[in-house]
C-alpha cells in the first residue's frame, strides 16, 4: 500500500503563486508516474500534471506556462508550482501515484480563490 499526503493548498487571489507538495510512504518501490489532478464541484477530476520517475512531464494545456511539476525521487515527493492563478484554478487538487498498475490517490487539498 502506498499513502499519499498533499500539503499547501488555501486561499489566493487571482494572480497568485501556491505550492502543492505531496509525500508518498508506504511500498514505495517502484512507483513511476506521480502528478496532480483537480475537482471542481459539479465537474469531472482532470489532469493537471504528471512527471515520470525520469522526469518526462505532461501538463494540461491551460496550465502550461503557469503551473510547474517537479519530484524528489529521493524523498517520494511530487510538487506543483502554480503561478499565475486564475479563479477557475480553484478546485480540491488530488495527488496520485502509480504503481504496478495501480493507481493510488491522496486525501485532496484546496485551493480557492479569495479574489
Known amino acids: 500500500q502506498v499513502q499519499l499526503v498533499e500539503s499547501g493548498g488555501g486561499s489566493v487571489q487571482a494572480g497568485g503563486s501556491l505550492r502543492l507538495s505531496c509525500a508518498a510512504s508506504?511500498?514505495?518501490?517502484?512507483?513511476?508516474?506521480m502528478g496532480w489532478y483537480r475537482q471542481d464541484p459539479g465537474k469531472q477530476r482532470e489532469l493537471v500534471a504528471t512527471?515520470?520517475?525520469?522526469?518526462?512531464?505532461t501538463l494540461e494545456d491551460s496550465v502550461k506556462g503557469r503551473f510547474t511539476i517537479s519530484r524528489d525521487n529521493a524523498k517520494n515527493t511530487v510538487y506543483l508550482q502554480m503561478n499565475s492563478l486564475k479563479p477557475e484554478d480553484k478546485a480540491v487538487y488530488y495527488c496520485?501515484?502509480?504503481?504496478?498498475?495501480?493507481?493510488?490517490w491522496g486525501q485532496g487539498t484546496q485551493v480557492t480563490d479569495s479574489s
Open positions: 496520485i501515484a502509480n504503481l504496478a498498475f495501480r493507481s493510488y
Open positions: 508506504g511500498s514505495v518501490f517502484g512507483i513511476n508516474d
Open positions: 512527471m515520470t520517475r525520469s522526469g518526462s512531464t
